[in-house]
């Protein structure tokens, strides 16, 4: 179900840190701020959204999943059924460990094995690999790039795959995507 025009979806990312010179060689230091706002309106125009996906993801060592962006039974959050038809922006965080001092397994983002949508992958047989404790965001429309979204295509060109890279630890995470049902 897309969402009226009056929503709004805010996608914020920081790095924040800092970097001081070696003992003996001098004293200063300088602090790294970066802060990044990405708004989209609801609508299906340029810099719009009217659908989002959230998820919090779960796979068994060697698991995978395959999710179908427009008639695949994903739901938003408000209950609706999402149907998208281009992916404004992506965002996959990856949990770093599975308990204390044990790493879980990294995550790989691909095209499904059938119906396969590329997003921002390109070539053969592309994959993204999120290792344990990052966090992949790409955009695609947000009205700084002149563009639509990466294309879905119903029947077609529909599904993601995540997968879990350990062959012995499993992989959490938190999947967001954000498009239009045009």
């Known amino acids: 179900m897309p969402l009226a025009g009056g929503s709004q979806f805010n996608v914020q990312t920081y ?20 802060a990044t706002l990405l708004q989209f309106n609801g609508g299906s125009g340029l810099g719009q959204c009217d659908e989002f996906y959230e998820a919090t993801i779960s796979l068994a060592a060697s698991g ?13 959050p408000f209950g609706g059924a999402i149907a998208m038809l281009h992916v404004k922006f992506i965002m996959l965080q ?3 460990q599975v308990g204390p001092g044990v ?15 590329a997003l921002m992958l390109a070539g053969t047989t592309p994959t993204l690999t999120v290792a344990p404790g990052e ?44 498009g239009t049902s045009t």
Do not use: H, R, Y
């Open 15 to 34: 790095l924040v840190g800092s970097i001081a010179e070696a003992e003996g060689i001098g004293n200063s230091s300088q602090n790294l701020n970066l």
């Open 64 to 76: 995978s999943l395959t999710l179908g962006l427009t008639g695949g039974g994903l739901i938003d």
């Open 94 to 96: 990856v949990q770093a």
């Open 103 to 117: 790493a879980a397994g990294a995550i790989i983002l691909s095209p499904g094995s059938t119906n396969p949508c």
């Open 135 to 178: 966090t992949f965001l790409q955009t695609n429309g947000n009205g700084v790039v002149p563009n639509a979204g990466w294309v879905v295509t119903p029947s077609t060109g529909m599904n993601i795959k995540l997968t879990n890279a350990s062959a012995s630890q499993p992989a959490f995470g938190t999947l967001i995507i954000g």
